[in-house]
T-cell receptor, first 111, second 116 residues
Framework: DAKTTQPNSMESNEEEPVHLPCNHS???????IHWYRQLPSQGPEYVIH?????VNNRMASLAIAEDRKSSTLILHRATLRDAAVYYC????????????WGLGTSLAVNP | GAGVSQSPSNKVTEKGKDVELRCDPI?????LYWYRQRLGQGLEFLIY????????KSGLPSDRFSAERTGESVSTLTIQRTQQEDSAVYLC??????????????FGEGSRLTVL
């Protein structure tokens, strides 16, 4: 299964944009890029996903490189509630969600 | 209920005892997944159900672990003869369909297991 690599930690100030990078150089053509986040003492929460085109939703934006070997999750205005571990994972119809979850990026948001 | 419900939220047990962890998925979700998360680690896949059948049990770490699902609803993860290394948060997730594009995973808050 294709893996992703993310920085261990990042820091941001409240109300500033945050760009969380993810590398997935071995991504296959059928892999979708999904982002989840995990707040302390909670289960992961879906953020956004995409295949090739950039995506926007109420929580965030996802920018996908043209070669799909990397992507960036964009939080437009960080809030204290956005402090969490962000996971970038690859999903396809064949892996039955036997997903490889790395350690993610721990985002700290300063007031 | 509105979301995935797991019970118990916390369980402390003695080494060698059996434990059962329960997951109530979102109504109508056909796919159900169990993951394990050790302290400070990412999620580790355990088992996946499509309906009541488990096409993929490859993540179960040993024969002490088993899971079942009945009525395309509730699932139970059973750990027999618990060991200290079983201490972790056990997370359950469900999705409407087991497809990559539309199958957003909805997670419960997990069951924290501590084996003394």
């Amino acid at each position: 299964d294709a893996k992703t690599t993310q920085p261990n930690s990042m820091e941001s100030n409240e109300e500033e944009p945050v760009h969380l990078p993810c590398n997935h150089s071995t991504i296959s053509g059928t892999d979708y890029i999904h982002w989840y986040r995990q707040l302390p003492s909670q289960g992961p929460e879906y953020v956004i996903h995409g295949l090739t085109s950039n995506v926007n939703n109420r929580m965030a934006s996802l920018a996908i490189a043209e070669d799909r070997k990397s992507s960036t999750l964009i939080l437009h205005r960080a809030t204290l509630r956005d402090a969490a571990v962000y996971y970038c994972i690859l999903m396809n119809a064949g892996n039955n969600r036997k997903l490889i979850w790395g350690l993610g990026t721990s985002l700290a948001v300063n007031p | 209920g509105a979301g995935v419900s797991q019970s118990p939220s916390n369980k402390v047990t003695e080494k060698g005892k059996d434990v059962e962890l329960r997951c109530d998925p979102i109504s109508g979700h056909t796919a159900l997944y169990w993951y394990r998360q050790r302290l400070g680690q990412g999620l580790e896949f355990l088992i996946y159900f499509q309906g009541n059948s488990a096409p993929d049990k490859s993540g179960l770490p040993s024969d002490r672990f088993s899971a079942e699902r009945t009525g395309e609803s509730v699932s139970t993860l059973t750990i027999q003869r618990t060991q200290q290394e079983d201490s972790a948060v056990y997370l359950c997730a469900s999705s409407l369909v087991a497809t990559a594009n539309t199958g957003e995973l909805f997670f419960g808050e997990g069951s924290r297991l501590t084996v003394l």
